[in-house]
């Protein structure tokens, strides 16, 4: 699927900046990076965090999470974000990566008074900034790293959601020594102590390997963010770029606010780190496989909740009453966010079922009569993730209808068919209508019925090897003879009937 095609690009792209205001920093990357619509921009804030991962610490200190586009990376900041919800909280320092200043040195403290996005205005914590600036020899006051910096900006509107009082700390840390961060880390946290303030690290991880090498790259420097060793991370991220990875550019780019993060907490009695979630830009609906970036939420805190038991069907892929439920309003679901905030939900492969590789159709029908029906008969991805993607094309690419709008999704039933492998067969013979789904191959063409459709037009097998042929752009009878045959069967079920 191209990515261009719904209008977000995968590689970071320019600034449009907002009217300025005196004192006040305004945003760079709205439009762009996440919602320029307040609305819009609030709702999909929103719907992130109600589908956030539960708070896993007690005595949160800090949180890793991504910098990329919402549509990527919004769920993975969501779920880190949400480890701290609930806290009382009167300062949140946000740690930026440096992407626009090559000769920034020192951390760089914004020192006006506020950052300005759809929402609002965030108000710097001016005290807590003056004595940061007094305790650590490595700060500086420079706003010119943060005039096009992303990395800050996007944390800020879930700030203004979740801790709508609270004031920020904006920092970009730029390139240095782990022993640099280790003297801010420790600064940082003795001016964290005598507040009510949580830090915010700001880095995505791997960029733009295909998905396989990413998803080990990826889970190994978690691991060492995890461990709060600085000097580990840093060995880790080496060696993994030394193996000379296709396409990887780098193993974190936020690797200097991550170290400060992991200092700071170790400072302040982080016990280690938790890994919350991960996830790639190859596990969105719209998104491929071969060039990807890396997401992941990091908690560091006191103490841990136990980790949450695994449940039965972690052990078999039967797609249980849950699944189908799961499955059915996810496909729902990203359809309508699609549509309100040019989003789509992430889906969680929690279960065995969710991740096994099955082809897939997902049928939209509005009052009984068809209106997208489009799947994929080979799998190249999670079964939820097909789901996703498939989703959107029935709404949006199949060539025999409009798209789907948004007024139309309270008219529209969802039916989802999960496939069993493709078998071929002898001949139209060994097709059973009812039981089995067809596809039709001779001189270069192919088309396929699922198994439901005979059924519901009442078609005999002759009838529906007849409609077959015609759709494949045949005659009629063509499929009589020298003609190739498969069958698959499909658990086929709907929002009407899951």
Not at 93 to 113: D, E
Not at 289 to 296: F, L, M, N, S, W
Not at 365 to 389: F, H, S, T, W, Y
Request: hydrophobic residues 45%; glycine residues 8%; charged residues 25%.
């Amino acid at each position: 699927m191209d990515f261009l095609r719904f209008g977000f690009p995968l590689l970071e792209i320019g600034a449009v900046m907002a009217p300025k205001e005196a004192g006040i920093r305004p945003w760079a990357v709205a439009g762009q990076f996440y919602p320029e619509n307040a609305a819009a921009l609030k709702l999909a804030v929103e719907k992130f965090m109600s589908d956030a991962l539960p708070p896993q610490g007690k005595n949160p200190f800090a949180i890793v999470v991504p910098h990329a586009g919402y549509i990527y990376s919004g769920q993975i900041c969501a779920d880190g974000w949400n480890q701290v919800r609930g806290e009382n909280l009167g300062t949140i320092v946000l740690l930026g990566t440096n992407h626009t200043t090559p000769n920034l040195r020192k951390i760089a403290l914004y020192p006006g008074s506020g950052f300005q996005t759809p929402l609002g205005t965030a108000v710097i914590d001016r005290e807590f900034t003056a004595d940061l600036l007094a305790v650590s020899p490595d700060c500086i006051m420079d706003s010119t790293p943060h005039t096009r910096e992303h990395s800050i900006e996007v944390q800020i509107p879930f700030a203004q959601t979740i801790f709508p009082e609270a004031k920020i700390v904006a920092a970009i840390v730029g390139e240095a020594d782990i022993a640099q961060y280790i003297r801010f880390g420790k600064a940082l946290a003795s001016v964290l102590k005598k507040r009510r303030g949580i830090v915010v690290a700001s880095s995505d991880l791997s960029h733009y390997p295909a998905a396989k090498d990413a998803e080990e790259i990826d889970l190994k420097t978690l691991a060492a963010i995890a461990a709060l060793d600085p000097e580990k991370l840093r060995e880790t991220t080496r060696s993994q770029a030394a193996r000379n990875i296709r396409n990887l550019s780098t193993c974190a780019c936020g690797e200097a606010p991550v170290m400060a993060a992991m200092a700071a907490s170790r400072e302040m009695g982080a016990v280690g780190g938790r890994i919350i979630s991960y996830a790639h830009s190859g596990n969105i609906p719209i998104g491929e496989r071969d060039r990807v970036v890396g997401y992941g939420a990091l908690l560091m805190a006191a103490d841990y909740a136990p980790p949450a038991e695994k449940t039965s069907d972690d052990a078999t892929d039967d797609l249980s009453f849950a699944d189908r439920k799961y499955l059915l309003s996810l496909a729902r679901e990203t359809i309508d966010r699609f549509l309100a905030v040019k989003m789509t939900p992430l889906p969680r492969l929690s279960t065995q079922a969710r991740r096994m590789k099955r082809g897939v159709f997902v049928t939209l029908k509005k009052r009984g009569n068809l209106r997208g029906c489009i799947g994929r008969m080979v799998p190249d991805r999670p079964l939820a993730e097909l789901v996703g993607a498939v989703a959107l094309e029935s709404a949006f690419e199949d060539p025999r209808f409009n798209p789907v709008t948004l007024r139309e999704l309270p008219d529209l039933e969802v039916e989802i068919s999960v496939l069993t492998p493709m078998q071929r067969v002898a001949g139209a013979d060994d097709i059973v209508v009812g039981r089995d789904g067809a596809l039709l191959q001779k001189g270069g063409r192919s088309a396929v019925f699922l198994p439901q459709v005979a059924t519901e037009q009442g078609w005999t097998r002759d009838e529906m090897l007849d409609h077959l042929s015609m759709k494949a752009g045949l005659p009629a009878d063509a499929w009589r003879d020298n003609t190739a045959f498969s069958t698959f069967q499909a658990i086929v079920f709907s929002e009407k009937d899951p």
